[in-house]
Nanobody, 126 residues
Framework: QVQLVESGGGLVQSGGSLRLSCTAS????????MGWHRQAPGEQRELVAT???????NYAEAVSGRFTISRDFAKNTVYLQMNSLRPEDTAVYYC????????????????????WGQGTLVTVSS
């Protein structure tokens, strides 16, 4: 039905940059918010950044000024540009999206969903 697939993770030196990509499949999925969360070893998952269908963005304080979230609506893709990376940014990064699927028939109902990707590992060495 709906899938999110992340890419772009890897190993980078402190101070370096990476760009993560996440593409949604499912042509009938009308996306509202998209965002990125991360989970560091031994830590709970935390919000990194979100972007609305209107382009408004929100960032966690820890990444503000260093990370940039953006969307390509035509490609159903969200990006996370990560600059000035620090060892504490090391985590599995997860893409997520919420939205709805329209009904297949006139009297049907919308189906509202929140979807998560499988995660991509970012490792920042000191």
């Amino acid at each position: 039905q709906v899938q999110l697939v992340e890419s772009g993770g890897g190993l980078v030196q402190s101070g370096g940059s990476l760009r993560l990509s996440c593409t949604a499949s499912g042509r009938r999925f009308e996306i509202n918010h998209m965002g990125w969360h991360r989970q560091a070893p031994g830590e709970q998952r935390e919000l990194v950044a979100t972007i609305t269908s209107g382009g408004s963005t929100n960032y966690a304080e820890a990444v503000s000024g260093r990370f940039t979230i953006s969307r390509d609506f035509a490609k159903n893709t969200v990006y996370l540009q990560m600059n000035s990376l620090r060892p504490e940014d090391t985590a599995v990064y997860y893409c997520n999206a919420d939205g709805r699927i329209p009904p297949a028939i006139i009297e049907g109902s919308y189906r509202y969903l929140e979807v998560w990707g499988q995660g991509t590992l970012v490792t920042v060495s000191s």
